[in-house]
């Protein structure tokens, strides 16, 4: 079983930027497609962006070209770097795997923009 911890959110202005962490401990993930979701309260979880075992990723429309995802298997971890941020990505995000059964959620790492 697979367990995960996000880092690095916080608050931010618009235009700002953040680089969110996601470790995981109990088992390796390289052999794991991995994500990046996010939440509202009263919304659903949304996967943000993900990365494939060799490296492919892949984003939602709304960080198209402002979010870029990377691994480090080295050392179990992977990252969200999050550039010029907008109001509306405040939310909680969540780190887990992709394109598989989903491990249980970690605790997830609030996110707030705002002027």
């Known amino acids: 079983q697979v367990q995960f911890v996000e880092s690095g959110g916080g608050l931010v202005q618009p235009g700002g930027s953040l680089r969110l962490s996601c470790a995981a401990t109990?088992?390796?993930?390289?052999?794991?497609?991995l994500g990046w979701y996010r939440q509202d309260p009263g919304k659903q979880r949304e996967l943000v962006a993900n990365?494939?075992?060799?490296?492919?990723?892949d984003y939602a429309d709304s960080v198209k070209g402002r979010f870029t995802i990377s691994r480090a298997d080295d050392k179990n971890t992977f990252y969200l770097q999050m550039n010029n941020l907008k109001p509306e990505d405040t939310a909680t995000y969540y780190c887990?795997?992709?394109?598989?059964?989903?491990?249980?959620w970690g605790q997830g790492t609030q996110v707030t923009v705002s002027s």
């Open positions: 109990g088992s390796s993930v390289s052999g794991y497609d």
């Open positions: 990365i494939k075992t060799g490296g492919t990723t």
């Open positions: 887990n795997v992709y394109n598989t059964i989903l491990f249980t």
